[in-house]
Protein backbone atom coordinates (compact mmCIF):
# COMPACT_ATOMS: atom_id res chain seq x y z
CA UNK A 1 0.00 0.00 0.00
CA UNK A 2 2.28 2.83 -1.17
CA UNK A 3 1.23 6.38 -1.40
CA UNK A 4 0.02 6.03 -5.13
CA UNK A 5 -2.27 3.40 -3.91
CA UNK A 6 -3.72 5.53 -1.46
CA UNK A 7 -4.32 8.08 -3.96
CA UNK A 8 -6.61 5.62 -5.56
CA UNK A 9 -8.24 4.79 -2.47
CA UNK A 10 -11.54 6.87 -3.65
CA UNK A 11 -11.41 5.00 -7.34
CA UNK A 12 -10.85 1.50 -5.34
CA UNK A 13 -13.61 2.00 -3.21
CA UNK A 14 -15.70 2.97 -5.83
CA UNK A 15 -15.31 0.04 -8.32
CA UNK A 16 -15.25 -2.09 -5.36
CA UNK A 17 -18.92 -1.16 -4.59
CA UNK A 18 -19.84 -1.29 -8.15
CA UNK A 19 -18.39 -4.60 -8.77
CA UNK A 20 -19.64 -6.05 -5.33
CA UNK A 21 -23.11 -4.64 -6.26
CA UNK A 22 -23.30 -4.86 -10.00
CA UNK A 23 -26.62 -6.74 -10.70
CA UNK A 24 -28.60 -3.52 -12.34
CA UNK A 25 -31.63 -5.91 -13.14
CA UNK A 26 -32.28 -6.04 -9.43
CA UNK A 27 -32.86 -2.37 -8.89
CA UNK A 28 -35.48 -2.05 -11.55
CA UNK A 29 -37.51 -5.09 -10.88
CA UNK A 30 -37.11 -4.99 -7.07
CA UNK A 31 -35.62 -8.75 -6.56
CA UNK A 32 -32.05 -9.62 -5.24
CA UNK A 33 -30.04 -11.54 -6.81
CA UNK A 34 -29.95 -15.43 -6.08
CA UNK A 35 -27.30 -16.58 -7.65
CA UNK A 36 -24.32 -19.71 -6.11
CA UNK A 37 -22.19 -16.66 -4.69
CA UNK A 38 -24.90 -15.47 -2.79
CA UNK A 39 -23.21 -18.14 -0.19
CA UNK A 40 -19.94 -16.13 -0.12
CA UNK A 41 -18.62 -13.48 1.95
CA UNK A 42 -18.11 -10.42 1.20
CA UNK A 43 -15.33 -8.38 3.36
CA UNK A 44 -17.27 -4.99 4.15
CA UNK A 45 -20.23 -4.17 5.34
CA UNK A 46 -22.63 -4.92 2.09
CA UNK A 47 -26.26 -5.97 2.40
CA UNK A 48 -27.46 -9.54 1.50
CA UNK A 49 -30.51 -8.09 0.05
CA UNK A 50 -28.70 -5.26 -1.69
CA UNK A 51 -30.77 -5.45 -5.40
CA UNK A 52 -27.99 -5.94 -6.61
CA UNK A 53 -25.26 -7.62 -4.33
CA UNK A 54 -23.72 -10.95 -5.16
CA UNK A 55 -22.87 -12.06 -1.92
CA UNK A 56 -23.51 -11.92 1.76
CA UNK A 57 -22.66 -9.87 4.53
CA UNK A 58 -20.55 -11.60 7.30
CA UNK A 59 -22.40 -9.63 9.77
CA UNK A 60 -25.27 -10.41 8.37
CA UNK A 61 -24.21 -14.20 7.83
CA UNK A 62 -23.25 -14.11 11.12
CA UNK A 63 -26.79 -13.63 12.31
CA UNK A 64 -28.10 -16.32 10.23
CA UNK A 65 -26.67 -19.06 12.18
CA UNK A 66 -26.54 -17.37 15.77
CA UNK A 67 -30.32 -17.50 15.16
CA UNK A 68 -30.88 -21.10 13.47
CA UNK A 69 -32.63 -23.46 15.60
CA UNK A 70 -30.61 -26.82 14.26
CA UNK A 71 -26.65 -24.68 14.80
CA UNK A 72 -25.43 -22.00 16.99
CA UNK A 73 -22.08 -20.99 14.91
CA UNK A 74 -20.87 -21.21 11.35
CA UNK A 75 -17.27 -22.13 11.39
CA UNK A 76 -17.14 -20.45 7.35
CA UNK A 77 -18.24 -17.39 8.70
CA UNK A 78 -16.09 -17.07 12.18
CA UNK A 79 -13.19 -18.53 9.64
CA UNK A 80 -13.80 -15.76 7.34
CA UNK A 81 -13.78 -13.10 9.62
CA UNK A 82 -10.74 -14.59 11.50
CA UNK A 83 -8.67 -14.91 8.01
CA UNK A 84 -9.56 -11.37 6.53
CA UNK A 85 -9.22 -9.42 10.39
CA UNK A 86 -5.99 -11.39 10.47
CA UNK A 87 -4.52 -10.30 7.25
CA UNK A 88 -5.61 -6.64 6.46
CA UNK A 89 -7.76 -5.37 9.88
CA UNK A 90 -9.70 -2.75 9.22
CA UNK A 91 -8.21 -2.25 5.90
CA UNK A 92 -11.61 -3.61 4.73
CA UNK A 93 -13.07 -0.59 6.30
CA UNK A 94 -11.01 1.91 4.73
CA UNK A 95 -11.03 0.83 1.11
CA UNK A 96 -13.41 -2.78 0.47
CA UNK A 97 -16.99 -1.35 2.22
CA UNK A 98 -19.49 0.63 0.03
CA UNK A 99 -20.98 2.12 2.97
CA UNK A 100 -17.80 3.51 4.39
CA UNK A 101 -17.34 4.87 1.01
CA UNK A 102 -20.60 6.47 0.44
CA UNK A 103 -20.16 8.44 4.22
CA UNK A 104 -17.00 9.90 2.74
CA UNK A 105 -18.83 10.86 -0.54
CA UNK A 106 -21.09 12.75 1.99
CA UNK A 107 -18.84 13.87 3.87
CA UNK A 108 -17.37 15.76 1.15
CA UNK A 109 -20.25 17.75 0.47
CA UNK A 110 -20.18 21.39 1.47
CA UNK A 111 -21.61 21.91 5.36
CA UNK A 112 -21.52 25.16 7.70
CA UNK A 113 -19.18 23.42 9.70
CA UNK A 114 -17.38 20.28 10.26
CA UNK A 115 -16.03 18.72 13.02
CA UNK A 116 -13.14 16.29 13.71
CA UNK A 117 -15.07 14.66 16.45
CA UNK A 118 -18.30 14.95 18.31
CA UNK A 119 -18.40 15.44 22.81
CA UNK A 120 -17.93 12.21 24.26
CA UNK A 121 -16.02 10.72 21.57
CA UNK A 122 -13.79 8.00 23.63
CA UNK A 123 -16.85 6.98 25.24
CA UNK A 124 -19.45 7.22 21.73
CA UNK A 125 -16.54 4.73 20.41
CA UNK A 126 -17.01 2.14 22.30
CA UNK A 127 -20.95 1.85 20.95
CA UNK A 128 -19.93 -0.28 18.57
CA UNK A 129 -18.60 -3.03 20.84
CA UNK A 130 -21.60 -2.87 22.61
CA UNK A 131 -23.57 -2.94 19.47
CA UNK A 132 -21.28 -5.85 18.81
CA UNK A 133 -21.70 -7.54 22.31
CA UNK A 134 -25.49 -6.92 22.28
CA UNK A 135 -27.60 -7.11 18.90
CA UNK A 136 -25.53 -9.28 16.68
CA UNK A 137 -24.24 -11.81 19.01
CA UNK A 138 -26.38 -11.89 22.33
CA UNK A 139 -29.75 -11.22 21.42
CA UNK A 140 -29.92 -13.48 18.76
CA UNK A 141 -28.75 -16.48 20.18
CA UNK A 142 -30.92 -16.12 23.74
CA UNK A 143 -34.30 -14.51 22.45
CA UNK A 144 -35.84 -17.07 20.54
CA UNK A 145 -39.35 -17.82 19.69
CA UNK A 146 -41.19 -21.23 20.23
CA UNK A 147 -39.40 -22.78 17.17
CA UNK A 148 -35.71 -21.87 18.78
CA UNK A 149 -35.48 -19.42 16.12
CA UNK A 150 -33.95 -16.05 16.88
CA UNK A 151 -34.14 -12.57 15.36
CA UNK A 152 -31.43 -10.77 13.53
CA UNK A 153 -31.70 -8.14 15.77
CA UNK A 154 -28.49 -5.57 13.96
CA UNK A 155 -29.62 -6.01 10.63
CA UNK A 156 -33.76 -5.78 11.17
CA UNK A 157 -33.48 -2.74 13.98
CA UNK A 158 -30.33 -0.90 13.48
CA UNK A 159 -28.20 -0.97 10.13
CA UNK A 160 -28.51 1.74 8.29
CA UNK A 161 -26.77 0.36 5.68
CA UNK A 162 -29.64 -2.34 4.87
CA UNK A 163 -31.85 0.47 4.52
CA UNK A 164 -29.69 2.51 2.05
CA UNK A 165 -28.94 -0.58 0.31
CA UNK A 166 -31.89 -2.75 0.23
CA UNK A 167 -34.26 -1.55 2.41
CA UNK A 168 -35.06 1.68 -0.17
CA UNK A 169 -34.38 0.15 -3.89
CA UNK A 170 -36.88 -2.58 -2.90
CA UNK A 171 -39.63 -0.40 -1.98
CA UNK A 172 -39.54 1.74 -4.18
CA UNK A 173 -39.11 -0.74 -7.06
CA UNK A 174 -41.88 -3.52 -5.54
CA UNK A 175 -45.50 -2.29 -4.87
CA UNK A 176 -46.70 -4.70 -2.56
CA UNK A 177 -43.35 -4.03 -0.28
CA UNK A 178 -44.68 -0.60 0.05
CA UNK A 179 -48.35 -1.56 0.82
CA UNK A 180 -46.59 -3.85 4.28
CA UNK A 181 -44.58 -0.74 5.33
CA UNK A 182 -44.88 -0.30 9.09
CA UNK A 183 -43.39 1.93 12.18
CA UNK A 184 -40.14 -0.62 11.75
CA UNK A 185 -39.15 0.86 8.15
CA UNK A 186 -39.71 4.45 9.62
CA UNK A 187 -37.54 3.70 12.43
CA UNK A 188 -34.51 2.28 10.40
CA UNK A 189 -35.06 5.50 7.61
CA UNK A 190 -34.70 7.98 10.64
CA UNK A 191 -31.49 5.89 11.97
CA UNK A 192 -30.30 6.45 8.21
CA UNK A 193 -31.14 9.91 7.61
CA UNK A 194 -29.54 10.84 11.22
CA UNK A 195 -26.49 8.82 9.43
CA UNK A 196 -26.25 10.82 6.58
CA UNK A 197 -26.84 14.05 8.25
CA UNK A 198 -24.02 13.12 10.72
CA UNK A 199 -21.44 12.41 7.79
CA UNK A 200 -22.18 15.65 6.45
CA UNK A 201 -20.41 16.93 9.58
CA UNK A 202 -18.36 14.36 10.62
CA UNK A 203 -15.70 11.94 8.50
CA UNK A 204 -17.97 8.23 8.80
CA UNK A 205 -19.84 8.13 11.82
CA UNK A 206 -21.28 4.81 11.63
CA UNK A 207 -17.74 4.01 11.12
CA UNK A 208 -16.57 5.01 14.21
CA UNK A 209 -19.63 4.81 16.80
CA UNK A 210 -21.82 1.44 15.42
CA UNK A 211 -20.41 -0.81 13.22
CA UNK A 212 -19.97 -4.04 14.34
CA UNK A 213 -18.23 -5.60 11.52
CA UNK A 214 -15.64 -3.04 12.03
CA UNK A 215 -15.27 -3.61 15.71
CA UNK A 216 -14.25 -6.72 14.74
CA UNK A 217 -12.07 -6.26 12.04
CA UNK A 218 -10.42 -3.39 14.63
CA UNK A 219 -9.53 -6.08 16.97
CA UNK A 220 -7.23 -7.53 14.71
CA UNK A 221 -5.38 -4.15 14.10
CA UNK A 222 -2.65 -4.80 15.99
CA UNK A 223 -2.06 -7.79 14.89
CA UNK A 224 -2.50 -8.46 11.08
CA UNK A 225 -0.24 -8.62 8.54
CA UNK A 226 -1.12 -5.52 7.47
CA UNK A 227 -0.06 -2.67 10.12
CA UNK A 228 1.82 0.40 10.16
CA UNK A 229 5.24 1.14 11.88
CA UNK A 230 6.51 3.99 12.94
CA UNK A 231 10.62 4.77 11.72
CA UNK A 232 11.96 6.20 15.43
CA UNK A 233 14.68 7.74 13.56
CA UNK A 234 12.51 9.61 10.92
CA UNK A 235 9.50 10.39 13.21
CA UNK A 236 10.31 13.94 14.58
CA UNK A 237 6.19 13.63 16.53
CA UNK A 238 5.54 16.47 15.23
CA UNK A 239 1.41 15.53 15.03
CA UNK A 240 0.87 16.20 11.30
CA UNK A 241 -0.18 12.52 10.92
CA UNK A 242 -2.98 13.02 13.25
CA UNK A 243 -3.84 16.39 12.01
CA UNK A 244 -4.25 14.54 9.19
CA UNK A 245 -6.22 11.40 10.25
CA UNK A 246 -10.17 11.85 9.63
CA UNK A 247 -10.45 9.68 12.67
CA UNK A 248 -7.84 12.22 14.92
CA UNK A 249 -5.87 9.55 16.13
CA UNK A 250 -2.13 9.94 17.36
CA UNK A 251 -0.53 7.63 15.05
CA UNK A 252 3.01 8.60 15.90
CA UNK A 253 2.04 7.08 19.43
CA UNK A 254 -0.59 4.00 18.47
CA UNK A 255 0.16 3.47 15.08
CA UNK A 256 -1.93 0.53 15.37
CA UNK A 257 -4.95 1.23 17.33
CA UNK A 258 -8.61 -0.45 16.70
CA UNK A 259 -10.16 2.43 15.15
CA UNK A 260 -7.59 2.73 12.26
CA UNK A 261 -9.12 2.43 9.25
CA UNK A 262 -5.62 2.22 7.05
CA UNK A 263 -7.10 5.51 4.56
CA UNK A 264 -3.07 6.43 4.48
CA UNK A 265 -3.79 10.13 5.18
CA UNK A 266 -1.36 9.85 7.88
CA UNK A 267 1.61 8.61 5.61
CA UNK A 268 0.95 11.42 2.87
CA UNK A 269 0.90 13.91 5.24
CA UNK A 270 4.06 12.72 7.08
CA UNK A 271 6.77 15.17 5.96
CA UNK A 272 9.66 12.59 7.09
CA UNK A 273 8.26 9.50 5.01
CA UNK A 274 8.56 8.20 9.14
CA UNK A 275 5.12 5.51 9.15
CA UNK A 276 6.28 2.48 6.97
CA UNK A 277 4.26 -0.49 6.11
CA UNK A 278 5.18 -3.39 8.78
CA UNK A 279 6.85 -6.03 7.09
CA UNK A 280 8.48 -8.95 8.68
CA UNK A 281 11.96 -8.92 9.07
CA UNK A 282 14.14 -12.21 7.26
Known amino acids: MDKKKIRLRPLIQGIYALLSNGWLQGFFTGTIFKGNTKSICLPGLNCYS ?27 VTGFLTIVGAAVGRFVCGFLCPFGWIQELLHKLPFPKKLKKLPGE ?47 PLTIANSALRQALGFLFTWKVAILISVILL ?27 LRFKIDENKCTGCGACQKACPMDL ?31 KK
Open 250 to 280: PVHQKPNGMECVRCGKCREACPTDAIEIWRK
Open 50 to 76: CPGSFGACPIGALQATLTAAEFKISLY
Open 122 to 168: KLLRWLKYLILAVFVILLPMFFIDATGIGKPWFCAYICPAGTLEAGL
Open 199 to 225: SLLIWRPFCRYLCPLGAIYGCFNPIAL
